[in-house]
Structure formats: C-alpha cells, structure tokens
C-alpha cells in the first residue's frame, strides 16, 4: 500500500488550533493556508490529525486513540476519516490540483459574499503582512511586560483625568463655535487612530505567528472605518486571543496620551480644545468597544477568556432550549459553560431593553415635539414594523444560505 496512506501526513502548512466550546461541544480549527479555508473538527479528529506527520502507522494511530478514548477504529471509522481528508485536500501526497483549486475559488467566493450587504460591506485594499514583517522587529520591545505594564498604568491614567474633568471637556464639545480646520482635524486624526488600532490587532496577530488577511474599509450602518481582518485568531491559545482582542483599545487610549498632555500642560486655544475633543471622544469610543453586549473588542475578548467560541449566539441557543425542553436540555453543557451562558443571556437582555428603552424614549420625545404626540406613537410604531420585517428578512436569508 502507499505509503501515502500507510503513514498519513497532512500537506505543509496545514495549521490545528486549540479546542474552543460551541455549547455542548469542543471544536478545534483547521487553517488549510492554500485554500484560504478554516475547518471546524472535533476533538478525535483532532487527536488523530495532529498525529499524522508521516512518522506513525494507521496500528500506531489506532493504538494511540484506543488508549485515549477507551474504543478501537473500525474500517468505517478510517474510511469516514480519510474521506474528509480526501474531501478537503488535507493529505500530503494525495491532492488533486483540480480539487485544490476549486476549494480555493469557493473560499474566495465565501469571502466575497460576506462583504457586501445594505448595513455593512467591505473593501479590502491590501495585504498588510509584508507591512508587519518589516515592522515587527522594531516594535518587538512593545510586546514585552517592560513595555506593558507601564502603559497601562499610562492608559488608566489618561481614563482617570477624563473621568475626572468630565464637565470641562462636555463644555468643550458642547459649544458650538468651532472652526472648520479644527473639525477637519479632529475627523482625519480619529480615523488615523481607528487605522492604529486596526493594525494592533493585526501586528498582535502577526507577533503570535498568525497573518492578518486583509486591511480595507469597512461599512457598519452609519459608520465607514478601517479594518484589518485577523481570522487566525481561532488558533490561538485564549490567552493570546484576549491580548489581540484587547490589543486595539489599548493603542487607541494610548494615541491619546499626547492629547492628555496638551489638556495638562498647554495653554488656552484651539489645540486645547480640540485636544479636549479628542479626549473626550477617544475614551468614550474605547468604553464603548469594551461592553461586552455588542460584537466589539469587550464581546470578544469575554468570549476568548471563556473560551467560548461565540458567547452570544451560543446563549441563545443555550435559552432557547432550556426554554423550550426544560432543564433536561442544557445538562450536556459543562457547569460553568451554563453559569456562563445564563448570566450572560440575563444581562444581554437587560442591556438590550435599558438601551431600546431609552432610545425609543428620546426618540419618541424629539418627535413629540416636532408632530405631536398622536403622529410621534404612529411614526414609532411603522418604524417598529419596518424594523421588525427586515429583522425576519435578514433570518429568512441566514436560514437559506447557512455559513460553511
């Protein structure tokens, strides 16, 4: 027989990830870099791929496995196992080009798919990672607990005297004679510092030995920014997942230091205050990344630390069938994964209806005053209705077309 198969050996490149929770289930990503596809396989997969490295028998692999999980591999196991490894291309020695790149024109048409939409799209300009290899070496000191632990101390800091002088830098914002110039300024210096933070994600990425895909624009209704695509993140260990998670907001409070320092130290006039702007808004826009209801850094890097692969899609599913079968439903989850799940659920809902309570309330007051009451309830409620239907829409379109 060949050897191909005698001695398995997945193709170069081919990257395993850790385990992540996906509710009952532990999952491990595969990353095929030839394809531009990620692979999710469970934990026997796992075991038995990570062994295949050419060196080990298929007796040697199922004599392993059998001491692991306590059951012999019978021939329908094997022929399941190498008909996906046959499927996806993964065996050295065994690809067909053809195959090969029919994955890759499907990955591509995948990622094509997911970047245009009404509410959000993508444009991607380039791939960043020449630009990090060449940078990586001179920031190498930024990534050690030297560089680290001072510069957080530096970010509390700069969070503490905004807190702190709150009203002053409201008084900033809040008049309204400000030059163009300065608007002007405080627009491009905002989007140079969202770029900064797009590129510590993918930098961060990069040091771990991850590759950050792509760096483009991004429309997410109503705003337009810069992204840096980091998809390998899911093979990272959940520490390192935290860290480039959390490495955006960390540079993004840390470009505001000279900001804080003109606000201290300079005198009177339009670089104050548009310092003060810059404050201002550049913390709230931090503090806002980091709760923990909406898909920014916070979501994700309270997803990470639990290693949970996608807390808020999992604790719903989580409520809904606890909801609809009863306790008997969610005893497969691991016990911290429900204490998880149900808190998380509880205060997301909260979250929910304290924000949309208070939003329909301002909402309904600014239309009070300019139609009246009666016509405020009837736009609000057609409002309701429209939102309503594209809601239905958008699970009608998600139920037809699944993600791979």
Not at 3 to 26: D, H, M, N, Y
Not at 199 to 225: D, K, N, Q, Y
Not at 293 to 321: E, I, K, V, W
Not at 376 to 397: C, H, K, N
């Amino acid at each position: 027989m060949d050897v191909t198969w005698t001695r398995p050996r997945l193709r170069a490149g081919i990257v395993l990830g850790p385990g992540q929770w996906r509710g009952e289930k532990l999952v491990h990503h595969v990353k095929d870099p030839e394809t531009g596809w990620y692979y999710r396989i469970g934990p026997r997969e796992h075991f038995l791929l990570s062994r295949m490295d050419g060196t080990r028998t298929l007796d040697d692999l199922a004599t392993e496995y059998a001491a692991a999980f306590r059951r012999r591999l019978g021939p329908e196991n094997w022929q399941q196992l190498f008909g996906m490894l046959h499927k996806r291309q993964l065996l050295d020695g065994a690809t067909d080009p053809e195959a090969v790149a029919r994955l890759t024109a499907a990955a591509a048409e995948g990622a094509a798919k997911t970047r245009r939409g009404p509410l959000s799209a993508r444009w991607p300009l380039y791939g960043p990672d020449r630009f990090f290899d060449r940078l990586l070496p001179r920031l190498a000191p930024l990534f050690t607990w030297w560089f680290v632990l001072p510069a957080l101390l530096v970010v509390l800091a700069v969070a503490g005297y905004v807190a702190l002088h709150l009203p002053a830098l409201l008084d900033v914002v809040a008049r309204g004679d400000r030059p163009l110039p300065a608007i002007l300024a405080a627009v491009v210096i905002t989007w140079v510092i969202v770029f900064l933070h797009e590129c510590a994600h993918g930098l961060t990425c990069r040091h771990f030995g991850g590759r950050g895909t792509e760096i483009g624009v991004m429309w997410r209704f109503p705003l337009l920014a810069p992204y840096c695509k980091v998809d390998d993140i899911v093979l990272f260990t959940p520490r390192r997942r935290v860290a480039t998670a959390f490495a955006g907001v960390f540079v993004s409070m840390l470009a505001l230091v000279p900001f804080a320092a003109i606000r201290l130290w300079g005198t009177p006039g339009a670089l104050h205050d548009l310092a003060g702007t810059m404050l201002l808004f550049g913390t709230a826009t931090a503090a806002l990344n980091l709760v923990p209801f909406l898909r920014l850094d916070g979501y994700y890097m309270l997803s990470h630390a639990l290693n949970l692969g996608d807390l808020r899609t999992d604790s719903y599913r989580f409520y809904g069938r606890l909801l609809r079968q009863g306790p008997g439903a969610v005893r497969g989850y691991r016990p911290r994964d429900r204490v998880a799940y149900a808190l998380y659920g509880l205060a997301s809902l909260a979250f929910a209806v304290t924000v949309l309570t208070l939003l329909v309330r301002y909402w309904y007051v600014s239309l009070a005053g300019w139609v009246g009451p009666g016509w405020a309830v009837a736009i609000l409620v057609a409002e309701a209705v429209l939102l309503m239907a594209l809601a239905a829409r958008v699970a009608r379109r998600r139920t037809r077309n699944p993600s791979t």
